[in-house]
């Protein structure tokens, strides 16, 4: 778990460096009781769908390390089974096919305060404490 954290940690500075606005969020999904709420994840604006370091660490490790040969070996070579690169591959195209269809950029506030979960994009107010709200009666 160590190495995961750790390779996800890279994972998540190296996107960050390479998606402007691209930020660590406590993940706030608008419905309850998903299983992404609460984690610790990189908005990259294209919301509902962030990218998930420790999940993208976790798959690359566990395809590559078992497969991959000594580097001193005279016959190794490089996997190309699914790779951190691809996952980054990935998350980067996915951002920049969001932002061909000129969909504009739409992150999370900061997971504190009055704007926990606010999206400050196209979709402006809280849709999580509309509903919340009205639940609770006060909407």
């Not at 996800?8 to 608008?30: I, N, T």
Request: charged share 30%; glycine share 10%; hydrophobic share 35%.
């Amino acid at each position: 778990l160590r190495l995961e954290e750790r390779v996800a940690f890279y994972f998540a500075d190296v996107l960050m460096s390479q998606l402007p606005g691209a930020k660590w969020v406590c993940w706030r999904d608008e419905r309850f009781n998903t299983n992404r709420t609460g984690d610790f994840l990189v908005d990259m604006g294209t919301f509902p769908h962030p990218a998930d370091p420790l999940m993208s660490a976790s798959r690359s490790i566990r395809s590559v390390w078992p497969t991959l040969p000594d580097p001193g070996d005279p016959e190794y070579e490089a996997s190309k089974e699914y790779t951190l690169c691809s996952e980054f591959d990935m998350n980067v195209l996915w951002r920049l096919k969001w932002e061909a269809e000129g969909r504009p950029l739409d992150f999370q506030a900061a997971p504190t305060g009055d704007g926990a979960g606010v999206n400050r994009g196209p979709y402006k107010g809280s849709r999580i404490k509309a509903k919340f709200g009205e639940r609770r009666g006060y909407g």
